[in-house]
């Protein structure tokens, strides 16, 4: 399965990023969406995930109040709306696909990913 994210790119601090993720999945609307972040030389971290009907969400904290996830099922997408960016949200950003739906803030949860996106903050 091949996710694809877009939406990433260079932004001033406080500004705003929409995300968006693809998946060519016929049963997408099944399965919990997750995005998570790496910065150059740090793991991964998990951001936000959302349940498969989206009406279930959940953020890090250092997001929270910043970043919505939303999921539009009849597109097959999943999204990241950011606000009020931080150069600490420097990263590249990936989205991924949690088959077991176990709405779980793990990586190894997660089954399928995404190529990822560059997010670039500039103070």
């Known amino acids: 399965v091949q996710l694809q994210a877009s939406g990433g790119g260079l932004v001033q601090a406080g500004g705003s990023l929409r995300l968006s993720c693809a998946a060519p999945l016929r049963t997408f609307s099944r399965y919990t969406m997750g995005w998570f972040r790496q910065a150059p030389g740090k793991g991964r971290l998990y951001v936000a995930s959302?349940?498969?009907?989206?009406?279930?969400?959940s953020y890090a904290q250092f997001v929270e109040g910043r970043f919505t996830i939303s999921r539009d099922n009849a597109k097959n997408t999943v999204y990241l709306q950011m606000n009020s960016l931080k150069p600490e949200d420097t990263a590249v950003y990936y989205c991924?696909?949690?088959?077991?739906?176990?709405?779980?803030?793990?990586?190894?949860?997660?089954?399928?990913w995404g190529q990822g996106t560059q997010v670039t903050v500039s103070s």
């Open positions: 991924a696909i949690d088959v077991g739906n176990t709405y779980s803030d793990h990586i190894y949860e997660y089954d399928y």
């Open positions: 959302i349940n498969f009907n989206g009406e279930s969400t």
